[in-house]
């Protein structure tokens, strides 16, 4: 065999396992925990409880991936977020917070969206993508943290004083 056909006869076997398999990454360990992840999260009731094997997943992911499951990092408000980045598919964020005070005032939202030309991703509720509620989530100086923002429209989806603008820090557990 020539070293032409060698090549094609790879790239013949290549693409069968790729379609067998049903994905090229099948059988890599962080793709796998990325897939099982995102069918956890789907499955969930609760869109940041879900199970995970996030210190796989954070471990595998690229470089500048934001995938993870975070913890608000503000004064005043306790609150999760998870982040899947990565695999096939939009970026998934579930963000959820609650203020320490009397009213216990919540703030939450399912979203989705893609990484922007640079370091940043964009997101948008889900199940009301018209409300005009835009959230970026982008790394920032600091240990494993990223910084929340998003557009007025967004406290549609909160309670008085509760919000999720804010720095939020990475946890591996």
Not at 97 to 120: F, H, I
Request: charged share 20%.
């Amino acid at each position: 065999m020539t070293s032409s056909s060698q090549t094609r006869a790879l790239m013949i076997v290549s693409a069968f396992i790729c379609c067998v398999s049903g994905s090229a990454n099948a059988g890599d360990p962080y793709h796998d925990a990325l897939a099982a992840c995102r069918k956890a999260a789907e499955l969930s009731e609760i869109p940041t409880e879900f199970k995970c094997n996030w210190k796989k997943v954070v471990a595998g992911a690229p470089g500048s991936a934001l995938t993870g499951k975070f913890k608000y990092r503000e004064h005043g408000l306790a609150g999760e977020m998870t982040i899947l980045e990565g695999g096939d598919g939009p970026v998934l964020a579930a963000v959820s917070t609650v203020t320490n005070d009397q009213n216990a005032a919540t703030c939450s939202g399912d979203l989705s969206g893609t990484r922007n030309d640079g370091d940043e991703l964009v997101l948008k509720p889900i199940d009301e993508e018209s409300s005009g509620c835009e959230v970026r989530i982008k790394s920032i100086p600091g240990p494993s943290l990223v910084e929340l923002t998003a557009t007025d429209e967004c406290s549609l989806f909160c309670g008085v004083r509760a919000g999720f603008a804010g720095k939020w820090q990475l946890q591996t557990k």
